[in-house]
């Protein structure tokens, strides 16, 4: 039997490496002799720089950077040639300030630090992996990093690592040195998410409230999101541009980035049809999978890549939402944290869970 292992990290809990090599210790346990193809994957969020240095065997190197609340951080970047990968989650993502969330004030900033760091080394492609962000700034921080200026209504310019609760005092932007700083660079954004920047499926409305806004917070972000639009001059409602709060709409806007979806990148990168040859199943999967799961994030990349070859894809997550939806789609789905178990202690023990299914799993099939 062969089985290609190609899960995602499980957000806040284990990286992508670490949840297959327990998933496949679990299959291994009770079938020593069956081939097992691990993968490291994601898709353009936390995890992402791993997986694209796995994929091209790239060297990491790391930089002096900011959190999202402009504390020092260790930054990373992957070379592979002249190309860059870059992680907005690893260097100012949410999960870098557990509970110490600060919607208004979180800034993309130190993600346009190590962007700016990759374009010193010579770097002529970068793919900006965008997912988990913190911020709902419009990336304006990131754009502060990369030689932007921004001046405040009271005609003094912004201090670096702008938040979204400053974007309605912005008077004017000026991306002069910005562009002469990206000039002759191709920008890539990697992400999966085609919310517009503003309204109610914009950056503010749809994803400010998991980085900690209230109802209030969010009718002030969004307003200043709109008014970024009207001071860039630019209608801001392009697929992607409210990815990473208003990131996916900075790059578009004044880096000149194209949007591509990071777990079709990745797949590609590892020549992911040709690891399928001979498998009989695959097993994919994520933190939580929901309907959104459908709409272009990992799990659904992978079936449709595995769907070609007529091969049974079984997914395989800490919570599954909306089973009878996802059950249409996948030929098996299950939930690899025991019921009942409280979320703190499922994230901790995440890989004892999926070790666990991998062993039960193979038993029913022995």
């Not at 990071?262 to 797949?267: D, F, K, M, R, S």
């Not at 994230?347 to 299914?357: D, G, W, Y």
Request: with cysteine.
């Amino acid at each position: 039997m062969k089985i290609v292992i190609a899960l995602d990290s499980y957000k806040g809990s284990i990286s992508s490496t670490a949840a297959a090599d327990a998933l496949a210790s679990g299959l291994h346990s009770v079938a020593p002799n069956a081939e097992i193809a691990e993968l490291t994957l994601a898709d353009g969020g936390e995890g992402s720089l791993e997986a694209f240095a796995a994929a091209w065997n790239a060297e990491i190197f790391s930089v002096p950077a900011h959190d999202a609340l402009m504390n020092p951080v260790e930054g990373k970047f992957a070379v592979s040639d002249t190309t860059a990968i870059v992680e907005l989650a690893q260097i100012c993502g949410l999960a870098q300030l557990g509970d110490g969330k600060s919607p208004l004030k979180a800034t993309s900033f130190g993600f346009g630090e190590v962007i700016f760091h990759a374009v010193k080394r010579g770097a002529k492609r970068i793919i900006c992996c965008i997912g988990g962000s913190a911020s709902t700034d419009g990336g304006m921080g990131m754009f502060q990093a990369l030689g932007g200026v921004i001046r405040h209504k009271n005609g003094t310019r912004f201090a670096d690592g702008i938040g979204g609760g400053g974007l309605a005092d912005i008077a004017g932007i000026d991306s002069t040195i910005l562009k002469h700083n990206l000039a002759g660079i191709e920008v890539i954004t990697a992400s999966d998410v085609i919310s517009p920047l503003y309204g109610k499926s914009g950056a503010a409305w749809v994803f400010a409230p998991q980085k900690g806004a209230d109802e209030s917070m969010v009718t002030a972000l969004d307003g200043g999101l709109r008014h970024l639009s009207t001071i860039a001059g630019d209608t801001a409602q392009t697929p992607g541009d409210g990815a990473a709060g208003g990131v996916g709409f900075a790059l578009r806007c004044f880096a000149g980035a194209r949007t591509v979806s990071g777990a079709e990148l990745l797949l590609d990168a590892l020549d992911f049809d040709r690891r399928l040859n001979g498998a009989d199943f695959v097993m994919t999967g994520e933190g939580r999978s929901d309907s959104q799961t459908l709409q272009g994030k990992l799990p659904f990349k992978v079936l449709e890549a595995a769907k070609r070859q007529n091969i049974p894809v079984i997914l395989v997550s800490g919570a599954i939402v909306d089973r009878d939806l996802l059950e249409r789609h996948f030929a098996g789905v299950y939930a690899v944290t025991p019921e009942g178990m409280p979320l703190a202690e499922a994230l901790r023990r995440s890989a004892e869970n999926l070790f666990n299914f991998g062993r039960d799993w193979m038993k029913q099939r022995r």
